[in-house]
Structure formats: structure tokens, C-alpha cells
T-cell receptor
């Protein structure tokens, strides 16, 4: 069965802290994504990666960076967390090909205080 | 820039009713369209994916249609059940093999027993 695992479901961090959100998929998918979801704004793409060590900015990359050292793992990094980064973060993966569906993790709720 | 709109934002129906959720998009140059279900506090689960060359897809009590030329899709749910209560999101995929999804903000469905 398809599995996208986000290691931390709930986090509380202080302003200015460095935060790592980890995502692992077990399906050998090439493409991986990080979204954030906020009430009234929907899902917005932060970064995506289509291969190891490759990354592309999404719609709202400011304040975030990513790392993809292995195919199965895609990390989202908040270099210096701020309160406006309090949100639900969703990781997803998808194989290459226009007809393929995307699979989401369960989400990580981040609160920055 | 592609925009995806879902109307209504919320819908409440009695159990057993057939219902239709609507999704519209502004740019007809899409690769495919997906419908997702999201339970509170959880990630997204893919329900149906319609390729741009297709008119509809069916899975159990769900039927999704796509009219690319008019920029519209509908999700039909037959004989609704309380377990169908969730937020339903549609997303269109653009671009090449790395194409990203553009999401609507969802319709929150409540099915009353």
C-alpha cells in the first residue's frame, strides 16, 4: 500500500528556532512536494523536487528551504520560524507521468509561539 | 494564472440524498483534474482522476465529470451517507511531466443522519 509518512504530527516551536519537517515515501516516486494549508487560503505549494538534489520553488517559498539527499526523503526547513508560519504542512509524492495520481501524508501541524 | 473555484463552500444534506459538488477553472489547458477528500486534521485522499481527454470517471457511488472547454467539473455522490461528511477538494494539473496541482478551497460536506 502507498505510504507517505510525515514524522511529526504536532510541533510547537519558538520564534527564531530552526525547524525541520521530514517526509518519507516508500513508493520510489520521483516527484515530491511540500504544501501548506491555511483556512480561507487553501493549499499552496512551497517547494517541489523532481529528483534527488533537485528542487524548484513553488508559489510561496519565502522563509523556507528544502533538502532532498535521497529519493525517498524530502525535508522542509524553516531557517528562523515566525508566527506567520503557523500552519498545517502537507507532504506529497507522485511518480513521473501526466496520468499519475498524487499521494499525501497525514500532515504536520506546526505552531510557532 | 490558473484559478480554481469550488461552490458552495459548505453544504448540508440529509442522508440518502444525491448531491453534486462543483469545480470551475479559468484555464482550459490542463493535463488532468483530481478530486480529493480530506477528513478533519488529516491529509488528502485521492478519489478520482480524470485525464484531459476523458469526460468522466466513476468509482462506486462517486462520479466525476469534466468539461474542459467550459472549465467545469462536477463530483456526483449518490445515496449520501454520514460517512461521506468531509471536505472535498478539486485540483487541476498543468505543465509538463513535472506539472503542479492548483487547488480549489474545497466544499465542506455534512451529511445528517
Amino acid at each position: 500500500d502507498v505510504k507517505v509518512t510525515q514524522s511529526s504530527r504536532y510541533l510547537v516551536k519558538r520564534t527564531g528556532e530552526k525547524v525541520f519537517l521530514e517526509c518519507v515515501q516508500d513508493m520510489d516516486h520521483e516527484n515530491m512536494f511540500w504544501y501548506r494549508q491555511d483556512p480561507g487560503l487553501g493549499l499552496r505549494l512551497i517547494y517541489f523536487s523532481y529528483d534527488v538534489k533537485m528542487k524548484e520553488k513553488g508559489d510561496i517559498p519565502e522563509g523556507y528551504s528544502v533538502s532532498r539527499e535521497k529519493k525517498e526523503r524530502f525535508s522542509l526547513i524553516l531557517e528562523s520560524a515566525s508566527t506567520n508560519q503557523t500552519s498545517m504542512y502537507l507532504c506529497a509524492s507522485r511518480p513521473v507521468g501526466s496520468g499519475n495520481t498524487i499521494y499525501f501524508g497525514e500532515g504536520s501541524w506546526l505552531t510557532v509561539v | 494564472k490558473q484559478e480554481v473555484t469550488q461552490i458552495p463552500a459548505a453544504l448540508s444534506v440529509p442522508e440518502g440524498e444525491n448531491l453534486v459538488l462543483n469545480c470551475s477553472f479559468t484555464d482550459s489547458a490542463i493535463y488532468n483534474l483530481q478530486w480529493f477528500r480530506q477528513d478533519p486534521g488529516k491529509g488528502l485522499t485521492s478519489l478520482l482522476l480524470i485525464q484531459s481527454s476523458q469526460r468522466e470517471q466513476t468509482s462506486g457511488r462517486l462520479n466525476a465529470s469534466l468539461d474542459k472547454s467550459s472549465g467545469r467539473s462536477t463530483l456526483y455522490i449518490a445515496a449520501s451517507q454520514p460517512g461521506d461528511s468531509a471536505t472535498y477538494l478539486c485540483a487541476v494539473r498543468q505543465g509538463g511531466s513535472q506539472g503542479n496541482l492548483i487547488f480549489g478551497k474545497g466544499t465542506k460536506l455534512s451529511v445528517k443522519p
